[in-house]
């Protein structure tokens, strides 16, 4: 007997026609590009984003094609979001920190009809649009009044708000497959071509939901939600999802990312969450830090994307009493995987145990499983010890990269996707990545983890980033070599770097060298770039 319910497709469109008739007065803040402070509410993102989709129609775009975006995080990429998602097209956001080559090769795989952009990367615009063939429309994110010069794009330049002018806002959302394509993103590319994540309007509203939830990140109407975690890469997380969800006032910072500018938009408009990765809030903590101030309304903050190092995590919690929330996803995941919520057993641990816990990515949301695996690929214990391949299935899983032929091999193994990185999962279900697979360091035969040295070298007062790579060794193979960026004014030395190991790693753990330097690579999604320092530095120790 089947159940007598209503049956309703999960759309990105439902999302926003919620927000508008249960939030209509909630408000959306966006530091503009253009220099000043925008506000509107949740009732005229709806609205314009209605005139946006009768502006994608009179562009010719039709359901299915992609629409790209090379924007920064405000309320115009925000009603794109709903526009072209909602009317059946796909949202393709566009990560400016790639390289031109790459974003041209992106624009031309995806087969963009039209590329919305930020005034601010008109020069990425110039450089690629002589290099694409699909899309014949640029349209510049901004007012008459702000349009840039171009001569390059000569009819094909548009402006933003002249076309809204040019459309009223009656228009009725579409109702769709729920399984259709709504958005997709690019993988960060580190190493060749980046691989698209086609989403579906059904895995993006489960991913909401389940992203949405108090164990997760933990978000309600009485929230002030910073993304800070661009727009442009995996939709911020889920957050713009998210807050139309319940209804939470959004803050949007634009491009100025730098600690001075976030730290005076979180106390303006009262932020009481945040999220983005541990390179962005090292430069909010060093702000604050250098001149004693204090945060009056955050109260939590998500990391990800990178491992979070300890001593960051007890600088927010005991200086500024922001709670921090250690996350885990990937691009294939959109992104959400794992949150490091804790159970309610672990409130009663010491500090010191508490941080053992919050240096883990955490446990699967529901709809996402995992296991860890050996090199035979049966699958390992959950005993916090054994470590090996992480593997993920889900609700809002890939099963295949956007544009793979027939003959392209499936990245599953078995039904499970398999995300690169090693792990070890502890009885609770706590998962904790201990390298990235080709990360990972064996010397004399034995694994080392790179993060865990990474960590530990972050505890020192005097370090600012800290690296650790696989270098080649003439006796045991391989062995860690660490990379320093110093705090300003350090005078930190190599000899006290590795003493400050003593008692806190195996010795064998250890690394043998210390190299100092000035700053170290980032990807386009604030990731270190370690197979550069692997090139740069692999025969460190060979010819010493």
């Known amino acids: 007997m089947q159940g007598l319910m209503m049956q309703q497709p999960l759309l990105v469109a439902s999302l926003l026609a919620h927000a508008e008739r249960h939030h209509g007065g909630q408000e959306i803040v966006s530091r503009r590009v253009e220099g000043d402070i925008h506000r509107y509410r949740y009732r005229d993102l709806a609205q314009r984003a209605r005139r946006m989709a009768n502006v994608l129609e009179g562009l010719g775009v039709k359901p299915g094609e992609r629409v790209g975006t090379l924007a920064w995080n405000g309320y115009r990429h925000m009603e794109l979001y709903f526009a072209v998602s909602g009317s059946g097209s796909v949202l393709h956001t566009l990560n400016p920190r790639l390289h031109v080559d790459q974003l041209a090769y992106i624009i031309e795989h995806a087969e963009d009809r039209v590329v919305f952009f930020d005034a601010t990367f008109l020069p990425l615009i110039e450089s690629v649009a002589p290099r694409v063939k699909s899309p014949k429309v640029f349209v510049a994110m901004t007012d008459r009044a702000h349009m840039p010069q171009a001569n390059d794009l000569t009819g094909m330049l548009m402006c933003y708000e002249d076309l809204l002018e ?175 919520s804790f159970k309610p057993h672990q409130l009663s641990l010491s500090t010191e145990e508490r941080y053992t816990v919050q240096a883990k990515q955490g446990r699967s949301v529901f709809g996402i499983d995992m296991k860890i695996v050996g090199p035979d690929g049966e699958a390992l214990p959950w005993d916090g010890h054994a470590a090996g391949d992480l593997l993920v299935r889900g609700q809002w899983v890939t099963r295949q990269y956007f544009g793979a032929g027939d003959g392209d091999a499936s990245p599953l193994r078995d039904g499970w996707f398999p995300t690169g990185d090693v792990a070890k999962i502890d009885p609770d279900g706590f998962m904790q990545i201990t390298d990235r697979s080709k990360d990972v360091i064996k010397s004399g035969g034995e694994w080392i983890s790179s993060t865990d040295i990474e960590n530990v070298a972050c505890l020192h007062p005097e370090v600012a980033t800290a690296v650790c790579i696989a270098a080649r060794h003439p006796k045991w193979d391989e062995r860690p070599l660490l990379l320093i960026v110093k705090k300003p004014g350090s005078a930190l030395g190599g000899g006290e770097m590795l003493a400050f190991f003593d008692g806190r790693v195996a010795k064998w753990w250890t690394p043998d060298a210390v190299v100092f330097v000035e700053s170290v690579p980032l990807g386009a999604t604030g990731k270190v770039l370690k197979n550069q320092l692997r090139d740069q530095y692999r025969d460190y120790y060979l010819s010493a």
């Not at 830090?289 to 995590?313: K, L, V």
């Not at 200086?319 to 250690?326: A, F, G, K, S, W």
């Open 166 to 340: 040019l459309h009223d806002d009656v228009f009725e959302w579409p109702l769709l497959d729920e399984n259709s394509a709504s958005s997709l993103c690019y993988t960060s590319g580190t190493t060749g071509n980046p691989k698209g994540v086609l989403y579906s309007h059904r895995s993006t509203l489960l991913h909401t939901y389940a992203a949405a939830l108090p164990d997760s990140l933990n978000c309600s109407a009485r929230d002030v939600i910073l993304p800070v975690v661009p727009m442009f890469h995996v939709n911020a997380w889920g957050l713009p999802y998210i807050a139309c969800m319940v209804g939470a006032k959004l803050v949007f910072p634009g491009p100025a990312l730098d600690g001075k500018s976030l730290y005076e938009l979180i106390e303006a408009e009262q932020v009481t969450l945040s999220a983005g990765v541990p390179t962005v809030w090292q430069g909010l903590l060093t702000h604050v830090g250098e001149r004693q101030e204090t945060f009056a309304s955050m109260r939590r903050t998500i990391i990800g994307g990178a491992p979070c190092p300890t001593a960051m995590t007890a600088q927010f919690q005991e200086r500024y009493q922001v709670d921090v929330l250690h996350a885990w996803g990937m691009t294939e995941l959109s992104p959400v995987g794992t949150v490091c």
